[in-house]
Structures are given as structure tokens and as C-alpha cells.
């Protein structure tokens, strides 16, 4: 029975999708922790602390995952280590990991002069800073509805600046501000902008822009 159960497990590891994990603690920033795993579907879970009841899930383009994961790959998986060793402030001690069934691989850093992890960090560091809007967006649209507009303004500078991941998820938000009158007028025309530019498929012109700001 024993051994049963030792095949059921080792089964279940090697039916395991590979997976990207990142988490960065900085003490005294806001929120101290944040983790993102990504799954090689593009199903992402982000989490601002490591027991998060009600972490946000979203969903990951074929082409972001892919990048990722060649990123990944370029640095060899996370075998070798990644810090720079200059003397540096803390920025943060960031960890990335890869696992697929039984491989495992993890590395700790402050600051790498790696390309390849400085390119994946930025790539984390975007889910982070979308997930924070949301987070803020949902918050000020149910408790601070004059603070609605300010929080709109980075968003939109976010979206200007192609940084935003898997912006169709701001969609209910933004409706819910653009229809209804409790919010001030600029509130519901700049949700109202940014929930159709969002919804509107690129030019090849605005698709250039947005690949060289990449």
C-alpha cells in the first residue's frame, strides 16, 4: 500500500506543468511581499502575502508566457547565481524558481546585471504594478469615490506606457465608474476612455509603439 501511494505521488509530479515563481520581500514598502507563479498555460496567481485568502488570479497572453519562459531557460533555469556582487542599496531580496515535476531550481538576489533577469524582472515587476491598480481602482471606487480619478490618471499613464498586463480585467471596474453618476463626471469620461482603448484592437502604428517601448 505504501508504495502505492509513493507511485500515485511520483505520478502526480511528473504530471506537473512547469511553473515560474517570484516573490520579492522589501521591509517597509507597501506591501512588504508579493509572490506571482505563472503556469505554463498563462494562469497566474499574484499574492501580496505568502498565506493570501483572496489573491488575484488572471490570465497571461501566449506571447508574454512564452517570453518568460525563454528568459527562464536563457538563464539556464536558475542554476547559476544571479547577483551582481557591487555594493548596492537593497532594493529588495527577489527570488526566482522554475519547477517541472521533480526539477526544482531557485536563486536570491538584490541586484543582477544580467540582461536575460533584469528583462524577467521588469516582466514580473509589470504583473506587480497592474495588480496594485486593480487592487487600488477597487478600493477607491467602493470607499473613496472622489479619489476614483487620481487612481484613473496613473492607470491611464500605466496603460500610455504599455505596462498593463491582462488589462481586460479592469473592464468591469471601468464600466461600473463610467455608468453611474455617483462618481464626478471626469471620473466616468476617462473610465469611459480608458475602457475603450482597452477594448479596441490596436493600430499597426500604436502596435509598433507599443513593441519598441517593450
Not at 478600493?139 to 500610455?160: I, S
Request: charged share 25%; aromatic share 10%.
Amino acid at each position: 500500500m505504501k508504495i502505492f501511494f509513493l507511485v500515485l505521488a511520483f505520478s502526480a509530479t511528473l504530471g506537473a506543468a512547469p511553473q515560474l515563481f517570484y516573490s520579492k520581500y522589501f521591509k517597509g514598502s507597501v506591501p512588504e511581499y508579493v509572490s506571482i507563479t505563472v503556469d505554463r498555460d498563462g494562469q497566474v496567481v499574484y499574492q501580496e502575502a505568502k498565506e493570501d485568502d483572496n489573491p488575484i488570479k488572471i490570465q497571461l497572453d501566449g506571447a508574454s508566457v512564452l517570453e518568460m519562459f525563454d528568459l527562464t531557460d536563457k538563464l539556464d533555469r536558475f542554476q547559476h547565481p544571479l547577483e551582481s556582487g557591487l555594493k548596492v542599496a537593497n532594493l529588495g531580496m527577489k527570488t526566482f524558481r522554475f519547477s517541472d515535476g521533480a526539477e526544482h531550481h531557485e536563486i536570491q538576489f538584490n541586484y543582477s546585471e544580467d540582461p536575460n533577469a533584469q528583462a524577467l524582472l521588469d516582466r514580473f515587476e509589470r504583473i506587480t504594478e497592474t495588480e496594485q491598480h486593480y487592487a487600488n481602482l477597487d478600493r477607491t471606487a467602493h470607499f473613496d469615490k472622489l479619489g476614483v480619478n487620481d487612481v484613473l490618471l496613473q492607470l491611464q499613464v500605466t496603460w500610455e506606457h504599455n505596462r498593463l498586463v491582462d488589462p481586460e480585467q479592469f473592464l468591469p471596474l471601468l464600466d461600473r465608474v463610467a455608468k453611474n453618476d455617483s462618481y464626478l463626471h471626469i471620473s466616468q469620461e476617462r473610465a469611459a476612455a480608458l475602457a475603450e482603448a482597452i477594448r479596441r484592437p490596436p493600430s499597426s502604428q500604436e502596435k509598433a509603439a507599443q513593441d519598441k517601448n517593450q
